[in-house]
């Protein structure tokens, strides 16, 4: 963060940029203005003009000058506001339990667990020894895996993203980031003298392990695009071998080992279109072969149980259906359909243990468990009784379990870790999150809306309020919402949001399309040459939130992130009076400059999400409604962007662009910053501590926009 002697800062970068941007006063009230130099393109005969294509280039210190400028003017557009945010700094830290423990989860005949210590930023991985009867001995020595801590000393960012042990509990593989931009580095440690091992790989987005307790398969994403597209075969002190290249672009592969451990399945996805291969795990220089093969369309997952494969298809099943065929034979003609196709209920993961399966499913933007009993054929449903929820499994490492781990929570119900009983149905709390201080949640509501879109499309919101709250179009509300990649948007809990609870604010969230909320069809409806639905739905709960006097236009202000800000942006331009506020968060909003690029990371495999813009209807298309390409010199509703300098899937430039053209096209005088963190990526800062600084900057900036201040 820079010093909050912000006039000679200022006045600094601007020498610094003196030759690529205007100068402009000393003053703490002065915005940054970004030069604007010519860059022109023709697409389908459309001659493209770019003023701030010089942003893109991160290694340009006038672009990291720019940025520094617009910081400084955040900082100093929101020093009044500084008080408060610590204020709610204070309140979320006091809420949180600093010493806490997760669930242990055993795999094989140990527990594992991470731990959280006072006043530190990152967990702790520990394991212990499975006491008599395998069950979890608190007595066991614990030993250390992984102290994250001492790892992230000297780093701006740091992040475990996993950890992978050997099949007899001796090799630790894990994955690490260090700078936010999600190129995970490869490391194996030896359990047994505590030692790390040289091996190390780069850029490795998937890990499983070989029955021969040396053979480890990991997956390389590219350098450049970041498509994971290589598999390799590695045993420690040698190096690695390639066994498979996607070649592909619209795919990207994945490997993992089958829950009973008998298999390395090789999965190869695309948004329309799924693969999976299979290799036995205790033959791992054998061949991974298919399992379907590759059919345009068909996206199916599989589990293996007893010789015995699990498919799940959506093949004549938009939701998907579960069938079971035999190893050997796992063609359609031998499926056998355990699930049937039910056109208002998807089958979203199946998990299958050596006595039962278990299947998540969702309807009516709800999840539900049913779990199935090899012995006796039965079903039995695990449904909870909240108007609105968010239930999801958890893992469930050992295939021999009888219990399967599931996380619960609502808006007024803290996140639950449950183990529900396979053979009963019964459902055992384990843990519940504390909220330190105490929390009563019969002083909150929570329920479900339903409104009908302008196309006739029922679409769900979830709300959460103090009660007492004012239903005359007086109360401030927060209405987020997603909306792209097939993601549903969940009716969570989050012990930031009572700070804003507590001070009156109404949170909403839309379950619009572009999810699956609603089904399979719910994200084919917000897709493509469909998209526009995701920014009519979210426009329309607005207008019905408005009319029903849960708040008004200078009482609402929505938040967004990633796909999530391309929603914002969209909506900003299609209805700016509607919106006191806006906070787009890691924002993809230049959607046609990324589209077009196909060197750029992760583009060419989002074709099947937004459309290909060398096609020339999906180019208009994309084009109506692109926040970057759409900025009119009109009046825009307050706005606060943030972005991460390391951000991998979404790049910094997008939210400096659009803040710099932004800047130069509006005709208000409403709040326009950006934020950006030049030590992190797509999901903000590493650290537990820093992370709710973050988020407490945010929601003051949001309070503020409310004229509520304290």
Partial sequence: MPSPKIPAILTALMIAMSSTLPAFAADSAAPPIAAKAAWQETRHGEVVTDDYRWLQKKEDPKVIAHLEAENAYTEAMTR???PLADKLFAEIKGRMQEVDLSVPARTGKYYYYTRFEAGKQYPINCRRL???NLAYDDKAPEEILLNQNEMAEGQKFFAVAGTFVSPDDALL???TDTTGYRQFELHVKDLKTGKLLPDSVPRVTSVAWALDNKTIFFVQEDATTKRSDRVFRMTPGSAPVEVYHEPVEQFSVQVEASRDGKFILLDMVATDTTETRMLAADKPLGPFRPVLGREKGHRYSVEHRKGELFITTNKEAKNFRLVRAPLATPGPKFWKELVKHDKAVMVREVDAFRDFLVVMEKSNALNRARIYNFKNKSWKTVQFDDPVYMATRMRTPAYDATSYRMAYQSPVTPATVLDVDMASGARKVLKRVEVVGGYDASRFESKGLWVTARDGARVPLSAVYK???KFD?????LLTSYGSYGIATEANFSIGRLSLLER???????????GTDMGEAWHDDGMLMKKKNTFYDFIDAADFLVKEKWTSPSRLVIQGGSAGGLLMGAVANMRPELFRG????VPFVDVMNTMMDATLPLTTGEYLEWGNPTEKAA??????YSPYDNIERKAYPAMLVTTGLNDSQVMYWEPAKYVAKLRAHKTDNNDLLLKTNMGAGHGGASGRYNAVKESAFNMAWMLSQWGIKE
């Fill in 619 to 624: 180019y208009d298309y994309m084009r109506s």
């Fill in 80 to 82: 009044d506001i500084a």
């Fill in 173 to 175: 593989v894990y994955l």
């Fill in 130 to 132: 499975a006491g008599a």
């Fill in 467 to 469: 009660k007492g709250v």
């Fill in 582 to 585: 806006v906070h787009a968060a």
């Fill in 504 to 514: 009156g604010v109404i949170v909403v969230q839309a379950h619009i399309r572009g």
């Fill in 473 to 477: 179009g007086s109360a401030p509300m």
